[in-house]
């Protein structure tokens, strides 16, 4: 079988507050010409720009859940593709949470035509299901009501996204031997903060479930970033995301 590498392209290593030119939590991940975006929080068009990306090139949109730090940009997205410039006439996949549907129906309900897109939008609210090289699984996490975590596999290499999370066991299971992990990381040891993980503890998800590359992401001003922690020892890459970082792998 001829494998075609993957990336992940961080589009926003932030969260709900502006800081250090963080963009809200929104990813790449790419493998041939297949392209899903991972969340779509407050500035992805920008970001997607920045890339050279085109509204034409997604495949699918995985909405982890309702807060608007991983989905408002959607409805920027769908704003825009009434413009003119948005060639777009083949379906747009979008799927997520339980209860997802229900929630653009919502912002359908507040802004009418204005968020139409020139193209049909496929809602999907499975919990498993695939998409051209792509196979994936939503798992249940520890945030909002019906927040979800998504373990992607793509031939060989498994992409594991927690979305937000508090820290619970049951996510080693979930992030078992990923090649790449991308873990929430927006709490401080010192400022805990409901239903999000700190670096201790996304270190120690890691190392249990036995991940080859962290990448450490969705950051406050106040998350202790893994560069200034002792991860000599750990047997797996440690990393800090950054805006438009690019891993291929
Ligand atoms: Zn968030
Ligand atoms: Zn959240």
Known sequence: ????????????????????????????????????????G???????EQTGTTFDDIDAIFISHRHPDHCMGLIHLLFASRHPSCQRTRPLKIFGF??????????RSLLGSWIEPPFALEVDESTSG???????????????????GIRIQCYEKRIVYTGDTGYHDDLIAHCREA??????????????????MHV???????????????LQ?????????????????????????????????
Request: some cysteine.
């Open 217 to 249: 992401s969705h950051f406050y001003p106040e998350t202790e970033p893994l560069s200034q922690q002792k991860t000599r020892n750990f047997r797996f890459l440690c990393q800090e995301a950054t805006d438009l970082l690019t891993i291929a792998f």
């Open 200 to 214: 201790d503890q996304i270190l120690h998800l890691a190392q249990q479930a036995q991940v080859k590359h962290l």
């Open 98 to 107: 339980n209860g997802l549907a229900g929630y653009l129906e919502e912002f």
């Open 179 to 196: 090649d790449l992990l991308i873990a929430d990381c927006g709490a401080s040891r010192h400022q805990p903060l409901d239903g999000h």
């Open 130 to 148: 695939s998409l051209g090289p792509f196979l994936w699984q939503n798992f249940a996490v520890h945030h909002s009501q019906d927040a979800v």
């Open 1 to 40: 079988m001829e494998y075609s590498p993957v990336s992940l392209t961080v589009l926003g290593s932030g969260s709900a507050v502006p800081f250090q030119q963080r963009a809200s939590a929104s990813y790449l991940l790419r493998c041939g010409n297949s392209c899903v975006l991972l969340d779509a």
């Open 42 to 48: 407050f500035w992805v068009m920008e970001r997607l």
